[in-house]
């Protein structure tokens, strides 16, 4: 598939599918390999390294900037006692380098 300049997106099939100018596009890849030049001529790029910035510090900060003080120890301990244990589990189970600590 391909997605053009005018948002544009024509699939394998052949079909061509208008995106309006209400919609936005972000895209999450692991390395630019199979990138063209003008794919990545087009790209902001933000580069997140797992050894400086881990999921813990990402949900941290988010907790505390965009969730209510009325609710933000009760979901603290949420994602304490659950979400990052859960992610630690599969990063042990598929062999990711990662931890959320």
């Known amino acids: 598939s391909v997605l053009d300049d005018n948002k544009l997106l024509t699939m394998p099939s ?3 599918i208008q995106f309006g100018p209400n919609v936005n596009f972000l895209f999450e890849t692991h390395d630019l ?4 030049p003008a ?3 087009r790209m902001g790029m933000i580069f ?10 990402i949900v941290q900060r988010w907790l505390r900037q965009a969730v209510p003080e009325t609710t933000r120890q009760l979901l ?8 990052f244990k859960a992610v630690d589990w599969v990063l042990a189970h598929i062999g990711g380098s990662a931890s959320s600590s």
Do not use: Y
């Open 33 to 36: 390999s199979c990138a063209s």
């Open 76 to 83: 603290t301990d949420w994602m304490d006692d659950f979400f």
């Open 14 to 16: 052949g079909e061509r």
């Open 48 to 57: 997140l390294s797992e050894e400086d910035l881990s999921v813990r510090v």
């Open 39 to 41: 794919t990545i001529s």
